[in-house]
C-alpha cells in the first residue's frame, strides 16, 4: 500500500486515491491506470523533508 501511495505522488495525486481500490472491478483498474501514468516534476513536491 506504501508503495501505490508513493507511486500516486510521483504522478502527483492524493494517496487518498487509494482508496478508489474499495470500489468494485472499476476502482482497480482506474487506480492501475493512475499507477502507469508517468511521473511528473510536481509530484517531487512529496519528496521534501517537512522539518
Keep these: ?3 501505490v501511495v508513493r ?3 510521483d ?3 492524493a494517496g487518498w486515491f487509494i482508496l478508489l481500490g474499495l470500489i468494485p472491478l472499476v476502482g482497480g483498474i482506474i ?3 493512475f499507477v ?3 511521473g511528473v ?3 517531487a513536491r512529496f519528496d521534501r523533508p517537512t522539518a
Design 1 to 3: 500500500m506504501a508503495l
Design 7 to 9: 507511486r500516486l505522488h
Design 11 to 13: 504522478t502527483d495525486k
Design 31 to 33: 487506480l492501475l491506470v
Design 36 to 38: 502507469l501514468l508517468p
Design 41 to 43: 516534476p510536481q509530484g
